[in-house]
């Protein structure tokens, strides 16, 4: 083979556009995909905070009625913020001094992300905390 043969050939080859779509779409699937997984983590990592900061909020409040005490305020958040089989750790407190209530949530970041992508940003804990004012007696 000659060298102008050779040349006409290798322009030829880089030309040609067949299987190129096939190649760009196989550089660009992990992209999509993981922007697809670390969108579905992330919506679902705040929908689940935003029902635990909810059930936060109504625990600090009963309590802050007087209608439970902090154990039992502690086990009514417990029953209501499980995710799955886990249950994030929660302590309410009553301080007398301050005359508030306060509950503190701390969750695994990875029950919180199903992907465990968002983890990645978050790290390995998620800690919240809500407090209310104890209503007079």
């Known amino acids: 083979m000659t060298l102008p043969g050779l040349r006409q050939r290798l322009s030829s080859f880089l030309r040609?556009?067949?299987?190129?779509?096939?190649?760009?779409?196989?550089?660009?699937?992990?992209?999509?995909?993981?922007?697809?997984?670390?969108?579905?983590?992330?919506?679902?990592a705040f929908t689940r905070q935003s029902n635990l900061w909810?059930?936060?909020?109504?625990?600090?409040?009963?309590?802050?009625?007087?209608?439970?005490?902090?154990?039992a305020g502690a086990a009514f958040a417990r029953n209501r913020m499980r995710i799955g089989s886990y249950v994030p750790e929660i302590e309410?407190?009553?301080?007398?001094?301050?005359?508030?209530?306060?509950?503190?949530?701390?969750?695994d970041a990875r029950q919180m992300a199903p992907f465990?992508?968002?983890?990645?940003?978050?790290?390995?804990?998620?800690?919240?905390?809500?407090s209310q004012m104890l209503e007079p007696i």
Do not use: C
């Not at 556009?17 to 670390?38: H, K, N, Q, R």
């Open 16 to 44: 040609a556009e067949t299987g190129s779509a096939t190649v760009e779409f196989t550089l660009w699937a992990p992209a999509l995909l993981a922007i697809l997984l670390l969108g579905a983590d992330a919506s679902t």
């Open 116 to 130: 465990g992508i968002l983890s990645l940003a978050l790290g390995d804990r998620i800690s919240f905390a809500v």
């Open 92 to 107: 309410v407190k009553i301080d007398d001094e301050t005359q508030m209530v306060t509950v503190s949530v701390t969750v």
């Open 54 to 71: 909810r059930i936060s909020n109504e625990t600090a409040r009963i309590v802050s009625r007087h209608a439970l005490d902090a154990e």
